[in-house]
């Protein structure tokens, strides 16, 4: 089973593309950090703003820990458009619709967006508008990962925020959707320089979270995905009544609030949510990394 440090660490490893490096224990040496980012890049400017962000977000998760999938898909989404420059943050103008008003960002929770904008509200009162909304996103998806039992990690900042949001068709082209199979997977992060390995540790960030029935009804109907553990689809039918019923569920029926690695128990026991989840187990390119 693919261990909690490995899917941890490969899951920021997004950060390569991202511009984000990651230290998952302190015998770890830090990455290099891209042009421009340093792990002191505040600390003379805003030199409170790591605990500020953490002690609001401790607050905000002791109400409601669901919010700390929120915050780390909506990095996630942030990211892997057009890099981690807080875009999806922008709202639609004359030019066209915003990145959030993409279909694969239709679900991005509201409370996320909304728990950014107070962030950014205390860090301004705190040390003036000094703080990139992007680097606040990427601060806000680390402590997300941390508060909700996974390891702490260092990240650089000093991100700059992007003027323009991503079009349509480029939100589509850089997140592929739940029903996608593991090969449309692995060529579209092959584009970012992932490799199997990242794939199945990144896919483990759905550890956490929960999605909507028609992310992965498709699994459902007309008839039951052969895959599919006969008892779990059973409990989904449940949830999902119909193809066209808008209710949710968790991501990881075993542990849906905490940041583990009982996602991977999940897929071996047939019980993985979306195609893109399941077919990791099936498939001979990364079943044997989702068993290690």
Known sequence: MASFKTAIFSFLLVSIFLSVSVKVCEAQARP????GLSYTFYEKTCPKLK?????ELKKVFKDDIAQAAGLLRLHFHDCFVQGCDGSVLLDGSASGPS?????????????AFKIIEELRGLLEKSCGRVVS????????A???????????YNIPLGRRDGLTFASRQATLDNLPPPSSNTTTILNSLATKNLDPTDVVSLSGGHTIGISHCNSFTNRLYPSQDPVMDQTFGKNLRLTCPTNTTDNTTVLDIRSPNTFDNKYYVDLMNRQGLFTSDQDLYTDKRTKGIVTS
């Open 51 to 55: 605990s500020i962000v953490r002690n």
């Open 133 to 140: 909304c992007s680097d606040i996103t990427a601060l806000a």
């Open 99 to 111: 990145e959030k008003d993409a279909p694969p960002n239709l679900t991005l929770r509201a409370e």
């Open 142 to 152: 680390r402590d997300a990962v941390f508060l909700s039992g996974g390891p702490d």
């Open 32 to 35: 290099p950090t891209a042009r």
